[in-house]
């Protein structure tokens, strides 16, 4: 038990960390918006606006996300796998190697000089990628206990697998990207395996083996983990297509639909809208809920450019930036608040759901989401809502942070070493 405890807790410095990985890509991206001397929007040049579109979704999810879903996993996979803690030097490497690569693109960025933002940024993408390897010999820990994945599955082990995969993907992708095509596999790639499987994974942690509500049949996760990975892998494959003008637009827009619908449909949303609203709703995580419930509305907004004639910025798709900066970004943050106050011992029936930043998120969405699709905004500086966005993004992501650094630094109560629920968990192991 002392073994399994030992680790617990290590989820405080990497959420910290996260949080102001996340006010820094906030200010990068007003930067970049407003200051940068690159003249992305003025004579719009389609081969350096993909490769930054890559490098920032690349920034966020191995940066900022990234962070949080590492902390999530080091303070409760020894208690779920009934496995001695992880060594705190991994924990280290993979902070270090992380922060460092971050530094390296934001220098590379805020430099203004194209040719010195390569060099750091290769630099920096090795760094991440590094720091994605360095978690390997703890997740194979994690596939040696596999016959103790319970509700969650095999959507338990197998992210750690996906992580080797995930740093070939990216790295390979940044040097070849004067292959056409290699940069949209790199952007689809994260977006359709890496953040749709943390994703899933997530949620059934929180819907199945958190809150016990039985959102999914544990038998049937091995048919719904193939159907995600065939569904990823054919986006991958169809972005390649795409850059190559070998298949329609259209086509594109209507697989990534079915992505994020599969993802929505491998949950029970009829058990989970049942459980959460009304006479039979039970204590859950409001963020993590929401998240859940934008995937339907990204499904729509996926397929939308079909009808609106793809006006906005040429191989950029939104639908990306708001799958992994809302949809995917409110559920793991519900869920590592949510971790954070079962450490507090805090009641579920009487937590706090911070309505304020949620509506403020999502009125984020909605900005960038006009912003991105009417063609006007960046290339007629048309800027008013990017303007309000910014200023929106910018306040809310602040709060999330402040809200992040106090409770995890500075808890007003009792913090346990044991979280609730967890406890559990381990007398049925034992």
């Not at 959102?215 to 054919?234: E, K, M, Y």
Request: charged share 10%; hydrophobic share 50%.
């Amino acid at each position: 038990m002392k073994d399994r405890q030992q680790f617990t807790g290590s989820y405080l410095e990497l959420f910290t960390s996260s949080m102001l990985f996340f006010i820094a890509l906030t200010f990068l991206l007003t930067w970049l918006t407003f200051f940068s001397p690159y003249e992305f929007f003025d004579e719009v040049n389609e081969d350096r606006l993909s490769l930054m579109n890559y490098v920032l979704i690349t920034l966020f999810t191995l940066g900022p996300v990234m962070g949080i879903l590492a902390g999530i996993a080091f303070d409760t996979l020894p208690l779920v796998y009934n496995i001695p803690s992880f060594e705190k030097t991994t924990m280290r490497h993979f902070l270090q190697l992380n922060g460092i690569g971050q530094l390296f693109i934001h220098i590379g960025i805020y430099s203004g000089n194209w040719n010195l933002f390569i060099e750091l940024t290769g630099i920096g993408i090795i760094l991440m990628c590094l720091a994605l390897l360095s978690l390997t010999s703890s997740a194979m820990d994690i596939v040696k206990q596999k016959n103790r994945s319970g509700e969650v599955g095999i959507f338990s082990y197998a992210p750690g697998l996906v992580l080797v995969i995930c740093a070939f993907f990216i790295a390979t992708s940044w040097f070849a990207r004067e292959i056409t095509g290699m940069i949209e596999v790199g952007v689809a790639f994260i977006v359709s395996i890496f953040c749709t499987m943390m994703m899933s994974t997530t949620l059934l942690s929180h819907f199945n083996r958190r809150l016990g509500w039985n959102a999914t049949n544990p038998a049937t996760l091995p048919f719904r983990f193939l159907s995600l990975l065939t569904l990823g892998f054919g986006y991958v494959v169809i972005s390649f297509l795409r850059a190559r003008e070998l298949v329609s637009e259209n086509l594109i827009d209507i697989w990534l639909a079915l992505v994020l619908l599969n993802i929505f449909l491998m949950m029970n949303p009829l058990k989970i809208i049942r459980f959460s609203f009304g006479r039979y709703a039970k204590p859950h995580s409001k963020f993590v809920l929401v998240g859940y419930l934008l995937l339907p509305l990204l499904t729509i907004i996926s397929v939308a450019p079909i009808w609106t004639g793809h006006e906005g910025l040429v191989n950029i798709q939104p639908t990306h930036w708001l799958l992994i900066a809302y949809s995917c970004f409110f559920i793991i943050c519900g869920f590592a608040i949510y971790l954070h106050e079962d450490h507090l011992h805090y009641s579920p029936s009487a937590r706090v759901t911070h309505w304020h930043l949620v509506v403020m998120f999502l009125a984020s969405g909605a900005l960038m989401t006009w912003s991105l699709y009417d063609g006007a905004v960046l290339l007629d500086k048309q800027y008013l809502p990017i303007y309000i966005w910014i200023a929106t993004q910018s306040i809310a992501s602040l709060l999330l942070a402040i809200l992040f650094i106090r409770h995890t630094l500075f808890p007003a109560d009792n913090w346990h070493r044991m979280p609730m629920f967890y406890d559990r968990l381990i007398e049925n192991n034992d």
